[in-house]
């Protein structure tokens, strides 16, 4: 009798994983519609957000502006503020860390994403599709946190 028990709940263990393993399909026919920035209906106009994302402990602020003309990204402009030495961050700015090695890289690939991220969602339309350089995450956090405070402003 325990043996038949045994089997019995063996099996339902088995039915109960098997079933399990093929309800989880989720409904991704369009998923590139439900992400796509300018298909949120943004109004047309220029747009400026500004942001230091989780970043708080720190001076930095990202200041995006973003044109949308005909529902479309037409012009993104991107800079990052350093509030405590009132200046922008840009390709002379590792000059701050000389002699230290890491930070000069750091800043240079920093460096590379402001420059690069708002060409890449001028072309993909969608702040989802635009990838951090590599090394570069902390200017793309700031991207991504002042250009969504930009389009709040828009909708």
């Known amino acids: 009798m325990n043996r038949k028990v045994f089997y019995v709940i063996i099996t339902f263990i088995v039915i109960l994983i098997a079933g399990s393993s093929f309800s989880r399909e989720t409904n991704h026919k369009y998923p590139e ?26 001076p930095y602020w990202g200041i995006a502006t973003i044109t949308i003309r005909n529902g479309s990204f037409s012009e993104i402009r991107f800079i990052i503020r350093d509030s405590s030495l009132h200046e922008a961050f840009d390709e002379k ?7 230290n090695e890491v930070y ?36 793309y956090n700031i991207f991504k946190a002042s250009i969504d405070e930009a389009l709040k402003k828009s909708k």
Do not use: C, M
């Open 33 to 58: 519609i439900l992400i796509q920035d300018t298909l949120k209906k943004y109004s047309d106009g220029i747009f400026e957000g500004k942001s230091r994302p989780f970043y708080t402990d720190e």
């Open 104 to 139: 000069i890289q750091q800043s240079r690939n920093d460096w590379k994403g402001v420059q690069t991220y708002p060409r890449k969602l001028a072309e993909t339309q969608d702040i989802g599709k635009v990838d951090a350089v590599s090394g570069a995450t902390w200017s």
């Open 93 to 99: 700015y590792e000059r701050h860390f000389e002699g």
